[in-house]
């Protein structure tokens, strides 16, 4: 079950400062995060990551361990994050046929959400694929990055709503 959306903005103050929520008070309990995003690549790219690879190397692997830095770094690079206790990042990495398709999970037991932190292994993932596969596809393009669930505490659980191809993405 999950509560009603906030109504205001909690990291500014009343005066619209920027400021770290304090979450001292908050319950330490089991916490998840699931967010996926693409990147855009183009044909020439795909028949090589399902081939014979990059010039670089291996885009999929380098890519996976980029973005699993890149969620243990997360309050090292979003200004109001909390340093939490990670427990657990898995990113996948997916060839579709237009694009790579990235998934991450962030688990921790703490005091608050870990949806910052797989949106940033997400994001860095992404950034690694671009940065491997740039010599022979300078317009690929980061899409669609957005957390897709996430789990435990006081908001309880949230899923994004799913559509039907029909009805749009």
Not at 28 to 33: D, E, L, S
Not at 152 to 160: E, F, H, I, P, V
Request: proline fraction near 4%; charge should be neutral; aromatic fraction near 0%.
């Amino acid at each position: 079950m999950t509560s009603a959306p906030q109504q205001h903005l909690t990291h500014v103050d009343a005066s619209g400062a920027a400021r770290m929520v304090d979450v001292s008070a908050k319950d330490v309990t089991a916490r998840t995060a699931r967010a996926t995003g693409r990147v855009l690549v183009s044909p020439h790219v795909v028949a090589l990551l399902r081939g014979e690879g990059v010039p670089k190397g291996d885009a999929l692997s380098t890519a996976r361990i980029a973005g699993i830095m890149g969620a243990k770094k997360t309050p090292e690079l979003i200004p109001l994050c909390h340093p939490l206790a990670v427990s657990g990042v898995k990113v996948d990495l997916s060839v579709a046929d237009d694009a790579v398709e990235i998934a991450a999970r962030v688990k921790t037991t703490d005091r608050t959400g870990v949806e910052m932190e797989a949106l940033t292994a997400v994001t860095v993932a992404a950034l690694t694929v671009i940065d491997m596969v740039k010599a022979v596809d300078k317009s690929a393009v980061i899409t669609d990055v957005r957390v897709e669930e996430k789990t435990g505490g006081k908001s309880g659980d949230w899923a994004r709503e799913r559509r039907t191809e029909r009805e749009g993405s």
